[in-house]
């Protein structure tokens, strides 16, 4: 059974960080692309950064230079690295393994970690 279970959501102030987690098992990440996406409240998920199984990285505009995702194959988790957070950017974070050529459409997804930027 496959499992993605996303952690390091809360509340921080604009301009603050935070750290998501997401640990897997059933798959190993190494092998998929994986992918972070985020909903804002009322609007449809929208991904935020990949990384290829090639180790690619792709971010979407809004994000570049303040997120930056990453992969430790040995613990089978991928990660989101959260700088200059905008009140926009609160919503639910959903880590996901599957095609990023496929917009991760029939991919693998967790249930999602709230972040809340306050101003």
């Known amino acids: 059974q496959v499992q993605l279970v996303e952690s390091g959501g809360g509340s921080v102030q604009t301009g603050g960080s935070l750290r998501l987690s997401c640990v897997v098992s059933?798959?190993?990440?190494?092998?998929?692309?994986m992918g972070w996406f985020h909903q804002a409240p009322g609007k449809q998920r929208e991904m935020v950064a990949a990384?290829?199984?090639?180790?690619?990285?792709k971010y979407a505009e809004s994000v570049k230079g303040r997120f930056t995702m990453s992969r430790d194959n040995a613990k089978n988790s991928v990660y989101l690295q959260m700088n200059s957070l905008k009140p926009e950017e609160t919503g639910v974070y959903y880590c996901?393994?599957?095609?990023?050529?496929?917009?991760?459409?029939?991919?693998?997804w967790g249930q999602g970690t709230q972040v809340t930027v306050f101003e």
């Open positions: 996901t393994a599957g095609l990023v050529q496929l917009g991760f459409r029939g991919a693998h």
């Open positions: 059933g798959i190993e990440v190494r092998l998929y692309d």
């Open positions: 990384i290829t199984s090639a180790n690619v990285t």
